[in-house]
């Protein structure tokens, strides 16, 4: 987690002295869309990214700031668009989640309840993959 | 019952807000934005046909896509590069998100008061990290639109879990949908503003710090687009936006 602390700190601190040049807008779309991508793809390959957010969130008391709940709103993205992606049915889809409300889940629990009922526990640790939601 | 217009991404957060003000409205024009720093607008039209399902024909829903490139870009650097340094230190020239959604702002305001819109509102969340959409600058933005006639309300800035929230609606709706965000990719803008945040402004300044530097930009910014909203307005004829003629 310190190295990765200490990664982000030195991308972050490149980023700014970038940024602080005064590049004219074209530029400055460019090199943003060159960053958004590599840190995209960086934040997927690196386990604990997405927490390490949620409690810089905490310590600045700005925005998303519960490490569950973020994990969970990750997973749930995951799991929605890869039953929209297999085609499943949403009466079906309806059941096992109206059942998992009524079971009183509670809502950190649901992405991977939902994807272990309806795609399976090996598509969940696939989808839940270094977020840190795996079984 | 009223009109409204709304600041439209087609993620869960403007999705609920649109859901959760259906019940007041009889017409809505939902304005998805779009500047060279954001990719695939055409992302938000899926869950704009999909919320045009499940409002009408009580409500009129309609759904357009608004390039504002030139005010994100005048609302970002309006002075150049130096007078942002000068006034703001690093922060307005690293922080691309600010301009950005004020420009959106902007619009929605001027699409209200160009027809006559009463309300205007959008999914503005408090669990977003960065910017002035928090319980200290909305206060701002609904002065603002206010002093155009036009009430700006954030239908959906308590709730922390509205992508259960829309998930759950659809699958409750008869019959079950699927309901998901699909919304616009933000280029890098809001990442590179996220790690300028995290990893320089708010370690080196403080929260507090923080705070004061946004809400100077935007009084500083406000000015500006009232400049701009009132010179658009006082034009006779035709929309700036495009939107809906």
Not at chain 2, 50 to 70: G, K, N, Q, T
Not at chain 2, 71 to 80: D, K, N, S, V
């Amino acid at each position: 987690m310190r190295s990765l602390r200490r990664a982000l700190g030195f991308t972050g601190r490149l980023v700014c002295l970038v940024a602080m040049l005064p590049l004219p807008w074209s530029w400055r779309a460019g090199w943003y869309a060159l960053l958004g991508r590599l840190v995209a793809k960086g934040m997927d390959l690196v386990p604990g990214a997405f927490t390490m957010m949620a409690e810089q969130g905490a310590q600045y008391e700005m925005g998303k700031s519960d490490r569950d709940e973020v994990v969970s709103i990750l997973c749930l993205k995951r799991v929605v668009h890869e039953l929209d992606r297999r085609a499943a049915e949403p009466a079906r889809v309806a059941e096992a989640y109206l059942a998992l409300q009524a079971n009183r889940t509670p809502t950190s629990e649901i992405p991977k309840r939902l994807a272990c009922r309806l795609l399976g526990a090996a598509t969940w640790n696939k989808l839940s993959r270094h977020i840190g939601g795996e079984l | 019952m009223t009109a409204a217009a709304m600041r439209f991404s087609g993620g869960k957060d403007s999705v609920m807000a649109a859901l959760r003000m259906a019940p007041k409205l009889d017409k809505l024009d939902m304005l998805t934005f779009t500047t060279r720093m954001i990719a695939d607008a055409d992302a938000s039209r899926r869950n704009a046909d999909v919320l045009r399902a499940m409002l009408s024909p009580r409500v009129e829903v309609r759904h357009a896509i608004v390039d504002i490139d030139a005010t994100a870009q005048f609302l970002y650097e309006p002075r150049g590069w130096r007078d942002n340094w000068r006034r703001f230190g690093s922060y307005a020239v690293c922080c691309m998100c600010n301009a950005c959604d004020l420009a959106m702002i902007v619009h929605v305001v001027l699409h209200c008061a160009r027809h006559g819109y009463p309300l205007a509102f959008d999914g503005g969340n408090s669990t977003e990290f960065a910017g002035f959409l928090d319980d200290w600058g909305l206060p701002k933005i609904k002065q603002f639109a206010g002093s155009y006639g036009v009430r700006w309300e954030y239908p959906v800035y308590g709730e922390t879990r509205t992508d259960l929230l829309m998930l759950e609606r659809g699958l409750r709706a008869d019959p079950p949908k699927l309901l998901f965000g699909s919304q616009p990719r933000c280029r890098g803008g809001g990442t590179a503003t996220n790690l300028y945040l995290r990893f320089y402004y708010l370690p080196r300044h403080g929260a507090d710090d923080y705070r004061e530097t946004t809400l100077r930009w935007l009084d500083d910014r406000l000015k500006l687009a009232r400049k701009l909203v009132d010179a658009h307005l006082a034009r006779a004829t035709g929309t700036p936006d495009g939107a809906f003629g």
